[in-house]
């Protein structure tokens, strides 16, 4: 198969719904060998057997909280493929009911969300580094409108989360960048998918959002495939250390 990410090895988080599930399908039909990871074994099992046509996608259970688990993974895709040239940390959890306004919030709440989001995202930065060491490769992760406006009100350890990964990419791109290991950050807007459902279901809620939305209309896990494509391939070697925004223009009002 040729596409825009022919030759090129990886791994994306979160694989199994929503942004993840786009993504890496996306990636394996543009060529690339690519490890759908997620906890959720059968759901990423699910997302690989949905390809239609011939790629070299498979599923790979990983907790991102956990190290080991993490080295594991970016062990087997250099097995397999020899290189990892592209990572997408983007694993995350937000957790409606739970998360509060910081008087309210409960430390498990708080150190739950901190472990996938942020943690999660430092494994996974650190070990995709680790095997990208010698030869290059570019790490997207998955921030949020959350950590760089008050927009995501009541959402306290979530957007601490998202703010804190942004920081750990502009850190990791001027560490590595002699290396030629890139780190990017792509920040979806309000995009419909399993993480959001509280709001998908809450019409008032959903209605009060969008008219906060320029475009008109929610993003779709689709909305955030082509920049991540961009990122993850050749044309986008200039870009390093940057937060690549795609809201349907919210954060510019
Ligand atoms: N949906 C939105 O509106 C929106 C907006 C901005 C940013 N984001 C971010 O996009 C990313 C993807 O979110 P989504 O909307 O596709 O959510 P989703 O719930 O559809 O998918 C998240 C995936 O992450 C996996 N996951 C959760 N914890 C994990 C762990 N510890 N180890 C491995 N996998 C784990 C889940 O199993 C799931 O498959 C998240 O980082 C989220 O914060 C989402």
Do not use: C
């Amino acid at each position: 198969m040729s596409g825009r990410l022919s030759g090129k090895s990886g791994l994306v988080t979160g694989a199994a719904s929503g942004i993840g599930r786009a993504v890496a399908t996306r990636f394996a039909r543009e060529g690339a060998l690519v490890a759908f990871a997620d906890r959720d074994r059968d759901g990423a099992a699910a997302a690989v057997a949905a390809l239609d046509g011939a790629t070299q996608a498979y599923p790979l259970e990983v907790d991102v909280s956990d190290e080991e688990a993490v080295a594991r993974a970016f062990a087997d895709v250099l097995e397999r493929a020899g290189s990892v040239d592209i990572a997408v940390a983007n694993a995350g959890v937000q957790l409606f009911g739970q998360d509060a306004p910081v008087g309210d919030l409960e430390l498990p709440v708080w150190q739950r969300t901190l472990g996938v989001n942020l943690t999660g995202t430092f494994l996974t930065v650190k070990h995709a580094v680790r095997s990208m060491i010698g030869r290059g490769g570019s790490i997207i992760v998955t921030g949020s409108p959350t950590g760089i406006v008050g927009g995501g009100r009541g959402f306290t350890a979530y957007s601490t989360s998202k703010a804190g990964i942004h920081g750990l990419t502009r850190v990791a791109a001027a560490d590595y960048a002699a290396a030629r290991i890139r780190v990017n950050a792509v920040i979806p807007g309000y995009t419909e998918t399993p993480l959001v459902q509280a709001i998908v279901e809450d019409q008032e809620a959903r209605s009060a959002l969008l008219s906060t939305v320029p475009l008109g209309r929610a993003g779709t896990p689709q909305d955030v495939e082509g920049i991540m494509v961009f990122l993850a391939s050749d044309e986008s070697l200039y870009a390093t250390g940057a937060l690549f925004v795609v809201d349907g223009g919210a954060t510019a009002v």
